[in-house]
T-cell receptor
Framework: DADVTQTPRNRITKTGKRIMLECSQTKGHDRMYWYRQDPGLGLRLIYYSFDVKDINKGEISDGYSVSRQAQAKFSLSLESAIPNQTALYFC?????????????FGPGTRLLVL | AQKITQTQPGMFVQEKEAVTLDCTYDTSDQSYGLFWYKQPSSGEMIFLIYQGSYDEQNATEGRYSLNFQKARKSANLVISASQLGDSAMYFCAMREGGTGGFKTIFGAGTRLFVKA
């Protein structure tokens, strides 16, 4: 089984709808991240969490919110989706102090906002 | 200013030959980490190799090696004996210490095409 899972893998939604992307991990890592990927722009950090009580904004947090329900679960919400939030979304985890905090990624969620 | 620069949007290499993918970085931290990830057409992000700023030896992982030149702030990925399955996007990334908020920043990527 995959160490980092994301649901759903693909989602089509309409402008104005609320949508939640979920991430679960079995790696036992404390730190979790949400990124979005747009063509030609690499990955950009949306939010990150270093433990259950710690949530931090990344470089593009506007229009998004997150919830760290447990060490193993980190959800990303789009309260009112807009078309420019169409992207590939990745969840990642890292282990504090291990190997430079290498991040391990989930398979990604492809989101299309119409 | 860009913190991670990958100047090659696309690269071609003949199967079985070696290829170098360029990456330069910018940081004022003394302690930082450098990473390379592979993204095949299926979309997943696969960790390839890590180099710590204090590591004196260049990192190697199988056919991958990281040519770390600290004074030049470069961290080029070398893939030896290219295979068709190496065709993918490759991302260089850097994790800074305190001044960077312990976050990881990614470059825009290089698309590698391996020719048979």
């Amino acid at each position: 089984d995959a160490d980092v899972t994301q649901t759903p893998r693909n989602r089509i939604t309409k402008t104005g709808k609320r949508i939640m992307l979920e991430c679960s991990q079995t790696k036992g890592h404390d730190r979790m991240y949400w990124y979005r990927q747009d063509p030609g722009l690499g990955l950009r950090l949306i939010y990150y969490s270093f433990d259950v009580k710690d949530i931090n904004k990344g470089e593009i947090s506007d229009g998004y919110s997150v919830s760290r329900q447990a060490q193993a679960k980190f959800s990303l919400s789009l309260e009112s989706a807009i078309p420019n939030q169409t992207a590939l979304y990745f969840c990642a985890t890292s282990d504090r102090g291990r190997r430079g905090e290498t991040q391990y990624f989930g398979p990604g969620t492809r989101l299309l906002v119409l | 200013a860009q913190k991670i620069t990958q100047t090659q949007p696309g690269m071609f290499v003949q199967e079985k030959e070696a290829v170098t993918l360029d990456c330069t970085y910018d940081t004022s931290d003394q302690s930082y980490g450098l990473f390379w990830y592979k993204q095949p057409s299926s979309g997943e992000m696969i960790f390839l190799i890590y180099q710590g700023s204090y590591d004196e030896q260049n990192a190697t992982e199988g056919r991958y090696s990281l040519n770390f030149q600290k004074a030049r702030k470069s961290a080029n990925l070398v893939i030896s004996a290219s295979q068709l399955g190496d065709s993918a996007m490759y991302f260089c990334a850097m994790r800074e210490g305190g001044t960077g908020g312990f976050k990881t920043i990614f470059g825009a990527g290089t698309r590698l095409f391996v020719k048979a």
